[in-house]
């Protein structure tokens, strides 16, 4: 115990709140200080992803024009998701689907699933020989159907600038699962504006479509909000590892994500320069946003046999400018 603090949270810890008002009324958020410039908001009632994340006190997210929103106004249908799309710093797409709505033998799956609009079901918080853990574990099963489970871990070392995500995946359920997930991860205003600095370790850049690929040249390049700006998607091949940064120069921060690229096989780059709408998304997954129905026909999609479970680990290091993370 440090002699000079009465209470831990006097420096770094963990403390619950709930949002008062609005469609988030009602919501359990969890803020997290690390005693070392990072401050994260874990939203319990979507999946334990993080919605605000700052570092030195400068924001590092998109926080989308909706704001908070309860899974109790979720949509599950074609694109309407996007009214409850939070953002934040990270929202986790999946498990049924990822991406486009699509209809899937049978199955109509709406987008990006619907994961990140259910609450976790079991949570608990501590300090671990001084790094402070949440665990969560998330249920997407139902009775006739997909039978999963999420149980996440998020570690904040409370003497580093970085923290950890670590996911399990499981089958609960008798029947072999198509399952998919993407780490939709929002870069935001101060962080991003047009002269961050944007790298990414891929051995191959490919454009989602014909509008991605006029402007695949810069695809590395952010740009001032644009009104009427239309989003471009970049799929990155990577190596064994995958990695990915952002700096400002201006505000001198920046972070850097590190995962396994053999697991997380497919990184797409969100570029939407729009008004408001103004976000990088550094997004590491198992499958593209292109529909399930998709991936399957391109024999992407992965499955869980009964009882398997599967486990994604992603790595966030925060920079400043005495910590500029090259690769």
Known sequence: MNPYIGHETQYYGIEEHRLVGGKGDGMRLLEVRNGKGITAVVSLDRNADISRLTYHGKNIGYFSPCGYVAPAYYDAEGNKFLKSFTAGFLTTCGLQSVGDPCNDLGEELPLHGSIANTP?????????????????????????????????????????????????????????????????????????????????????VIPRNEHAADGIKDW???????????????????????????????????????????????????KMMGIRDYALGLECGNAYPDGRDVMRKKGILKFLAPGEKKIYTIKISMMDKDNVIEF
Request: negative net charge.
């Open 120 to 204: 976790v079901e079991q949570a608990n918080w501590s300090n671990e020989n001084g790094t402070l853990i949440i665990r969560t574990v998330t249920s997407d099963e139902q009775i006739f159907g997909r039978k999963l489970t999420l149980s996440r871990k998020i570690s904040f070392p409370v003497a580093k600038d970085e923290f950890t995500l670590s996911d399990t995946i499981t089958n609960t359920g008798d029947n072999k699962e198509a399952f998919e997930i993407l780490y939709h991860m929002n870069m935001g205003y101060p962080l991003l504006d047009e002269d961050s600095i944007v790298r990414i370790a891929s051995k191959k």
């Open 220 to 270: 590395m390049k952010m740009e001032k909000p644009t009104a009427g700006y239309q989003e471009r998607c970049y799929y990155h091949e990577m190596g064994k590892k995958g990695h990915a940064s952002i700096f400002q120069p201006k505000e001198q921060i920046g972070l850097s994500i590190d995962y396994d690229a053999e697991d997380l096989d497919c990184f797409v780059e969100w």
